[in-house]
């Protein structure tokens, strides 16, 4: 079973406790992680960029917007174990883009691709699909 928001609340208090050098006599090796710990909680408190399932076998399929804001246009779909740790990356569903000249980011707004995790056995996309936007006869007939 997953934890309810109250209980996320306050491991994200117990958190920030532990990071603001108050606590004495705790052995904190990275502040860092604790920091990032604390925004994922908090990412997956508000759960308004998260659609989960839960499976019969204890896992939950998941797909979640990515947490980068410069790559905000990109749908994970994963599985989950019970304790919240993915296990298995199913697809990545994003609008296409690329970088220019100067490497900034440029989205094609009017193409998307799906990356496929078709090996169970290997973290790397196995196949990728473009698709162009679909347009009505009347958008076609407009432009």
Same mark, same amino acid.
């Given at each position: 079973?997953?934890?309810?928001?109250?209980?996320?609340?306050?491991?994200?208090?117990? @958190?920030r406790y532990l990071i603001s050098?108050?606590?004495?006599?705790?052995?904190?090796?990275?502040?860092?992680?604790?920091?990032?710990?604390?925004?994922? @909680?908090?990412?997956r408190l508000r759960g308004d960029n998260r659609i989960s399932i839960d499976l019969e076998?204890?896992?939950? @399929?998941?797909?979640?917007?990515?947490?980068?804001?410069?790559?905000?246009?990109?749908?994970?779909?994963?599985?989950?174990?019970?304790?919240?740790?993915i296990c298995q990356d199913l697809a990545v569903v994003r609008n296409a883009y690329e970088y220019d000249d100067d490497h900034d980011l440029?989205?094609?707004?009017?193409?998307?691709e799906v990356l496929v995790y078709?090996?169970?056995?290997?973290?790397?996309?196995t196949d990728k699909f473009v698709i162009d936007r679909y347009r009505s006869p009347e958008e076609e007939g407009s432009a």
């Open positions: 079973m997953g934890y309810s928001k109250n209980e996320i609340k306050d491991a994200i208090e117990e @958190l050098g108050e606590c004495t006599g705790s052995a904190i090796d990275s502040k860092r992680e604790l920091e990032l710990a604390i925004d994922i @909680l908090e990412e076998n204890g896992f939950r @399929l998941v797909a979640e917007q990515g947490a980068d804001p410069n790559y905000n246009r990109e749908m994970f779909i994963f599985v989950e174990q019970e304790n919240g740790a440029r989205w094609k707004d009017d193409v998307y078709d090996d169970e056995n290997n973290e790397d996309y």
